[in-house]
């Protein structure tokens, strides 16, 4: 089965199929790909550890993807270790620049521990690298709010009641 079909098998709700497929494509130059797809649907599953693993053996196979250190963020994230999250998504926006999700996540991190100005600047660029990324222009009004800057805060608030709506 290629990438491609097993992809298919998943997005279809195939979920045995596609994981076969996948796993079928270990040790080919598809591997990475095969293992963060898997990843993907052991994620889905509640299959956290397994899902950590896949993403960690794909990492190793395409260092330079964002998009497989951000998953590996969101984990750790999951499971409550922000300390071990926030630097998979520092990583995940200098390999991916243009990964609005992974600025999303880098910005809630700030948030959290207080940084209201990092998270501005965050969510800022989350909304500008995928300004339909309702979540952010969320984020972005709270943080705003905390910042005292109300003009901001509507402003994005407009943004996100106008996505809700979609």
């Known amino acids: 089965m290629t990438l491609e079909q097993s992809i298919a098998a998943a997005v279809a709700g195939k979920t045995q199929q596609a994981v076969e497929g996948f796993i079928s494509l270990i040790g080919t130059s598809q591997e990475s790909l095969a293992r963060f797809n898997l990843g993907l649907i052991y994620k889905g599953d509640d299959k956290l550890l397994e899902a950590l693993e896949e993403f960690e053996r794909a990492a190793v196979l395409e260092p330079t993807m964002g998009e497989i250190v951000n998953e590996i963020g969101l984990i750790h994230d999951q499971q409550g270790r922000m300390s071990l999250a926030e630097p998979c998504y520092k990583k995940a926006v200098e390999l991916t620049p243009t990964l609005a999700s992974a ?9 959290l521990k207080g940084d209201f100005a990092g998270a501005r600047v965050r969510f800022e660029r989350a909304v500008q690298e995928d300004p339909e990324m309702a979540s952010a222009w969320f984020n972005l ?3 705003c ?3 005292g800057d109300e003009k901001a805060a509507q402003a994005a608030d407009k943004e996100y009641l106008n996505l809700s709506k979609i």
């Not at 600025?103 to 948030?111: E, H, K, L, S, T």
Request: charged share 25%; glycine share 6%; with cysteine.
């Open 103 to 111: 600025w999303n996540n880098y910005g809630v991190c700030a948030f």
């Open 141 to 143: 009004r709270d943080t």
């Open 145 to 147: 709010e905390e910042l």
